[in-house]
């Protein structure tokens, strides 16, 4: 099970608007479930607004007064079940900082994997694309209209969730994620890594890549003995990336532990934190700058931004502590 970072995502999310809309099916499978979540997010002092289309019958009169019942801090919106059950609720909200659409399943890819973060950008090309990017079909008519109200500012995050036991929690409290985002106004931040809260998430992202077998273990006591050297990635003021600095000699460092959440990647947050990175170091004095991994996303990565493969013997030392891994450089002065 994914571990929760409630006190650093709800410090993030406290007081904002979370609209959370399921369509009459899903509601009446998952129910428990859904009221469960929804009641932890209004426990963080969180906002909370339930759309769903189950239609005014007397049938649905005992579900509608345990809604009422179990959620009186949420406000509890019901859409008509004749007309188009996504227009209606996009329509509805005009400032609310996530919209989450509980689903059967997330947005996939042509391989079956979840996406995980995507820009209306890239969603308006798998539209369009032959060699689409999206593969779920039933779900298509939909996604046009999220990215117009996202694009119009109407939300700032829309999330496509597959439901079940915890699924909002796990999509709005974990750094992996549980489903897909949708968004366009990431802003990045980069700074030194600072509070106890900040080092508990890099820990986490670590332990993600550390499981994939491209980074070495970092314990916490680590972590915190060399505080002053890890710096960090911001969006929506919660850590999504960490980066280690290791001073090599005095003009060359080395870029290490670099990792990124599940969530944001393929979504330019490791182009930009390197660059962040480079620039904080530079006005420190180093001017090469060197990398060693094996992970081939990090390697494409590197390669993009200028850096070469490097066999220099003024780095043999280094490279004899990870003697199969291999190192890129960077020589390059500013531009």
């Known amino acids: ?122 969603v308006r090309s798998s539209l369009r694309d032959a060699r689409e990017l999206i593969t779920n079909v039933n779900f298509k008519g939909a996604l046009e209209r999220i990215c117009s109200q996202i694009d119009a500012g109407h939300y ?53 890549y550390r499981h994939e077998g491209f980074l070495k273990p970092r314990t916490k006591q680590y972590l915190r003995e060399q505080r002053d050297n890890f710096y960090v990635t911001l969006i929506d003021d919660i850590v999504v990336g960490c980066v280690e600095k290791k001073v090599v000699d005095p003009i060359t460092v080395e870029i290490a532990a670099l990792a990124i959440s599940t969530k944001f990647r393929n979504q330019r947050v490791g182009v930009f934190m390197v660059k962040a990175f480079m620039e904080k170091m530079r006005r420190q004095s180093f001017s090469r700058f060197i990398s060693l991994t094996n992970n081939p996303r990090l390697q494409q990565l590197l390669q993009r931004l200028g850096f070469e493969p490097c066999r220099w013997p ?18 390059q002065p500013s531009q």
Request: with cysteine; aromatic share 10%.
């Open 1 to 122: 099970m994914p571990r929760l970072y409630i006190d650093e995502y709800t410090s993030a999310l406290r007081s904002k608007i979370v609209c959370v809309a399921c369509r009459e099916g899903i509601l009446r499978d998952y129910f428990r479930d859904i009221i469960a979540d929804i009641k932890f997010l209004t426990r963080q002092g969180i906002v909370t607004i339930l759309y769903h289309n189950m239609p005014n019958r007397f049938a649905n009169q005992k579900l509608f007064k345990e809604l009422e019942e179990r959620l009186p801090e949420t406000q509890v919106a019901r859409v008509s079940p004749e007309f188009d059950f996504y227009r209606q609720v996009t329509d509805r909200e005009n400032q609310a900082h996530k919209l989450v659409f509980i689903e059967r399943k997330a947005l996939m890819d042509p391989r079956g994997r979840v996406i995980n973060a995507i820009t209306t950008e890239e």
């Open 156 to 208: 700032d995050r829309v999330h496509i969730v597959p439901a079940g036991k915890y699924t909002i929690k796990h999509e709005l409290f974990t750094i992996e994620g549980h489903g897909s985002l949708i968004a366009n106004n990431y802003t990045e931040s980069f700074q030194p890594m600072g509070v106890e809260g900040d080092m508990r998430l890099v820990d986490g992202i670590l332990k993600l």
């Open 314 to 331: 003024e780095f043999k030392a280094r490279q004899a502590l990870s003697p199969d891994v291999a190192m890129f450089i960077h020589s």
